[in-house]
């Protein structure tokens, strides 16, 4: 059995900062997942003894939580991919004057 050391025992239960464009990036993630959610289906109402108009109305909350709880537990990376894009510092800055001048 080996033991942990209190040094090696608190650096592995430190709480890394957070981020703010991974956050950013996981917000994104949520949106998306969000969107296919629905689209997949999911939340919409039942047939037969269904919410009636309350359920249509508050299943896009239920799909939002799920898509965090989703991006929470891992996603589907897209996360990843995104904070490493926009970190990376490869985009081009589109602003309102070179929109206009294409």
Same mark, same amino acid.
């Not at 942990?4 to 994104?28: D, F, G």
């Not at 359920?55 to 709880?69: G, I, M, N, P, V």
């Given at each position: 059995?080996?033991?942990?050391?209190?040094?090696?025992?608190?650096?592995?239960?430190?709480?890394?900062?957070?981020?703010?464009?991974?956050?950013?990036?996981? @917000?994104? /993630?949520?949106?998306?997942? $969000?969107?296919?959610? =629905?689209?997949?289906? %999911?939340?919409?109402?039942?047939? !037969?003894? #269904?919410?009636?108009?309350?359920?249509?109305?508050?299943?896009?909350?239920?799909?939002?939580? @799920?898509? /965090?709880?989703?991006?929470? $537990?891992?996603?589907? =990376?897209?996360?990843? %991919?995104?904070?490493?894009?926009? !970190?990376? #510092?490869?985009?081009?800055?589109?602003?309102?004057?070179?929109?206009?001048?294409?």
């Amino acid at each position: 059995m080996t033991l942990i050391s209190p040094p090696q025992l608190t650096a592995a239960l430190r709480v890394q900062e957070p981020n703010p464009l991974r956050e950013k990036a996981a @917000q994104l /993630e949520t949106a998306f997942l $969000a969107e296919m959610l =629905g689209f997949a289906g %999911l939340g919409a109402a039942r047939e !037969s003894f #269904g919410g009636g108009i309350g359920e249509d109305q508050f299943s896009s909350f239920l799909r939002q939580k @799920q898509a /965090e709880a989703m991006v929470t $537990a891992g996603g589907i =990376g897209l996360t990843e %991919l995104l904070f490493q894009a926009m !970190s990376s #510092g490869d985009f081009v800055e589109m602003g309102e004057d070179k929109i206009a001048n294409e």
